[in-house]
């Protein structure tokens, strides 16, 4: 009986030291590590600039000051989250984020690289956001009021309506048309899958052609 009790109070005692080591807290994704330790901008602004051995100038196809060219399917970085693009980045390198072109520059690149080029293009200033002055009644409903119909919330619900969106994740949807459109047929198709709990693949999926079409102008920086 006594060696019964002390087998009892021993499983006790490494029970309460094990509660008293675990926090039970998830963890941090590992890109929110990446932010605390590095809180400089400087190696990330040589990147966008210069590149970095594979990592070619992020300039080349997002333009000297965060802005890409007019027409091109790229999207700007000016002014984005330092949250999200230190997540995009991190997902394109492990493969969340499948991208034959992103994919082998955010594998040349450490943590401390992502982090610094995130808080480098999130340091940059941003104009006031200016929709396109012509946009399809469609896009515009989408944006703004959702679709009831099709279980589909306003955009700007989530994203909000300003330049630097709502959220550490959550981007602002100005940007152009080409850019909008590809990622929400990538989502649609679930080429893209890096979205939390699949929210955006679920509402691409609602969204006909002509849908993502209208909201990509609609959002399209001139």
Not at 66 to 95: I, M, S, W
Not at 139 to 152: I, S
Not at 156 to 169: E, F, L, M, Q, R
Request: hydrophobic content about 45%.
């Amino acid at each position: 009986m006594r060696r019964v009790t002390l087998a009892i109070c021993a499983g006790f005692i490494a029970l309460i030291a094990f509660a008293q080591s675990e926090t039970f807290d998830p963890k941090p994704p590992i890109w929110q590590a990446a932010l605390t330790a590095t809180k400089d901008a400087t190696a990330g602004e040589a990147i966008a600039t210069k590149g970095k051995g594979a990592a070619t100038s992020c300039a080349g196809c997002h333009g000297g000051n965060g802005f890409p060219a007019a027409g091109v399917p790229f999207p700007r970085l000016a002014g984005l989250p330092v949250e999200y693009v230190t997540k995009q980045l991190f997902d394109y390198r492990d493969g969340a984020r499948p991208n034959a072109i992103m994919a082998p520059i955010a594998k040349a690149l450490t943590d401390s690289d992502i982090a610094s080029l995130a808080r480098y293009y999130a340091s940059l200033n941003v104009p006031p956001v200016k929709l396109a002055p012509m946009v399809p009644e469609r896009g515009f409903q989408l944006a703004r009021y959702g679709d009831n119909t099709l279980a589909l919330p306003a955009c700007i619900d989530c994203h909000g309506s300003n330049a630097t969106g709502a959220g550490p994740i959550l981007p602002p949807l100005a940007q152009p048309a080409a850019y909008t459109t590809a990622q929400l047929q990538a989502f649609r198709s679930g080429e893209r899958r890096n979205d939390t709990d699949g929210v955006m693949r679920a509402f691409a999926k609602r969204l006909s052609g002509a849908d993502i079409q209208a909201l990509a102008i609609y959002f399209a920086e001139p």
